[in-house]
C-alpha cells in the first residue's frame, strides 16, 4: 500500500473517532443550555430537527452551487 493510502487511512479513522464524540456532547449541552431538565426533550428535538433539515437541504444547495459554477457538459463528467 503506498504511504498516501497509510496516511489517509490513519486520518479516516482518528477524524472518525474525533467526529464521533461531538452528537454527544451537543446532545448532553442541549440539556444545560434550557436550564430546566423538563425542556431537555424539546432541546435535542429541536437539535434534530435542524440536523435532518441540513440533511435535507445540504446536498440540493451544493448541487446548485454546482450547478451555477459549472456550465454544459462539464457538470456531469460521468455521463461522457
Known amino acids: 500500500m503506498p504511504a498516501h493510502l497509510g496516511a489517509l487511512l490513519i486520518f479516516l479513522i482518528v477524524a ?17 443550555a434550557v436550564g430546566d431538565e423538563r425542556l431537555g426533550g424539546l432541546a435535542m428535538a429541536i437539535i434534530m430537527a435542524g440536523q435532518n433539515a441540513g440533511f435535507l437541504l445540504g446536498p440540493i444547495i451544493f448541487g446548485l452551487l454546482v450547478g451555477l459554477r459549472a456550465a454544459g457538459p462539464s457538470r456531469l463528467p460521468a455521463l461522457r
Open 16 to 32: 472518525g473517532l474525533a467526529l464521533g464524540l461531538v452528537p454527544t456532547n451537543i446532545f448532553s449541552a442541549a440539556v444545560e
